[in-house]
Structures are given as C-alpha cells and as structure tokens.
C-alpha cells in the first residue's frame, strides 16, 4: 500500500529552508533536541491567552480579564533566566494592553484554534487556525485570523504569498464547505492587521504549489542540507557536518 505523508505549514517550511532539519524532526523524530526559547513561550503564552478570551461569553471580556488569562497561560517551559521570562511577561501584557484598545473584543468566532485536514492524494495536509470568524458583511463566508507575535508586520506582497494562509483556506473550504472570504493576519506586538485574499483561481494556483512542494518531499531520499545563515541557530548544528562548516566560515569572516 502507497504510503501516505501527513504534512503541515510549519514543516513544509523547514522542508524549504532545508531538507535535512526536515528529516531530523520529522523522520527521524528528533524534537527532544529542539529547544524551546523564552521567545516562544511568549508566543504560546499570546496564542492561549487570545483563545480562551474569545471562548468567554461577550460579556464577560474585559481587559482585566485578559491579562489574567496570559498571566495563568504563561507557558513557563522555555529557556532563558528568571529575568528574561519577567520580561517576555511584561512584554505581553503591555502588548495585549495595546490590542485590546483597538481590536473588536465583541466578535463571537465561528471556531477558535480549530485543527483540521484534508487528503489530496497520499498527501495529508492539516493545519491549526488560531480564529475562524462569521464573515461580517453576511452570507456563509468565513474569515480566517492569524495571530502573530513577531515585531516586524509581513509586507502586503508576503502575505498574499503566505502559504499558510493558502493552506488554512484550502482545508476550511474543503472541510467546512465554506468559502474564505479574507485572511487577517493579526500582529499582536506590532500592532497592525494585514489583510489578504484568495480568489478560487489563485487559491487553487497556490494549492498547485503547495503540493507541488510536497511531492518534491515524498520523492526526495536524501535530505540535503541547505547551509545558510540560519544554521547558526540550529538546536541540531552539532549533527549537521555542512552545518557546523557554514557556521566556522561565517565566524571567519566576521573575525
């Protein structure tokens, strides 16, 4: 029987930023050497408090509230010293401060960090949304939120690239059955909205690439490295040869 590969946005990522760091995590199951930073508990921190928040009654979200969801969501397993962790906490109070002053805290969602997937051949695709909405304007649309916790928003011409997004819409109408009206992707730190379409001809377009991408994965045997700046924050460098020479030069130069 014809295997089959369950894929995600997050790991036809890294299949892109290299195949090898693909095949640690995901075929040779080495996540236990995958280091979680005080960076990324922040991020999981936002995500859960922002989900529970739009799991309360209307009536009952208040900012006070909020804060008290981040505080007792506090994912407390990322490295980093006592004072680091204060400070990422103290960051995304006064991020969560500043969103709850202009976000629309009276939306009921559709469904909140709803896992789906969906099978295009032997291929599985699944993905977590972090908030699926009731299109505003009426009619059974639906409207896709992403939270992000980076500083930096994405540029319009990313987020019409965002293959995430094109993942999430693809599974909800799959799924669910219902078009994708707009994705939004939400910057809790940086204090913005982005906002993109995915008519059905360019969804489809981009679906096309996706699993373009994801038979290129099935087919590939050797997961070759792709070495580049990014090796030098690899948690698996110390098992990547063309990693670890990557790394020497680029201290080399600077010297």
């Known amino acids: 029987m014809e295997r089959v590969t369950f894929l995600s946005p997050s790991a036809l990522e890294r299949y892109r930023l290299c195949p090898r760091l693909y095949r640690f995590l995901y075929v040779d ?141 693809a599974l909800v109408e799959r799924r669910l059955g219902r078009p994708v009206t707009r994705m939004v992707l939400d910057y809790v730190v940086a204090g913005t909205q982005v906002v993109t379409e995915r008519p059905p001809e360019v969804l489809s377009q981009r679906l096309d690439e996706v699993l373009g991408t994801a038979a290129a994965l099935r087919a590939d045997q050797r997961y070759l490295p792709r070495p580049g700046p990014w090796c030098a924050g690899c948690d698996l460098l110390k098992r990547c040869p063309e990693g670890q020479r990557e790394v020497a030069g680029l201290t080399a130069r600077l010297d």
Do not use: C
């Not at 995958?34 to 309360?56: I, M, P």
């Not at 939120?145 to 019409?160: F, G, I, L, N």
């Open 29 to 169: 199951g080495l996540w236990r050497m995958s280091r979680s930073s005080a960076q990324q508990a922040f991020g999981t921190s936002v995500h859960a408090a922002l989900r529970e928040f739009y799991r309360l009654p209307v009536g009952r979200r208040s900012l006070r509230m909020l804060l008290e969801l981040f505080k007792r969501l506090w994912v407390r397993d990322g490295s980093g010293g006592r004072e680091q962790q204060q400070r990422e906490r103290e960051r995304g109070a006064e991020a969560l401060r500043a969103w709850y002053g202009r976000a629309d805290t009276s939306v009921v969602p559709h469904a909140t960090e709803l896992g789906l997937q969906a099978a295009w051949g032997d291929v599985v695709i699944k993905g977590r949304l972090d908030r699926l909405d009731p299109d505003p304007g009426g009619g059974r649309g639906l409207v896709v939120v992403d939270y992000k916790t980076s500083r930096r928003p994405a540029t319009q011409e990313a987020a019409d690239a965002d293959e995430a997004l094109t993942i999430y819409a």
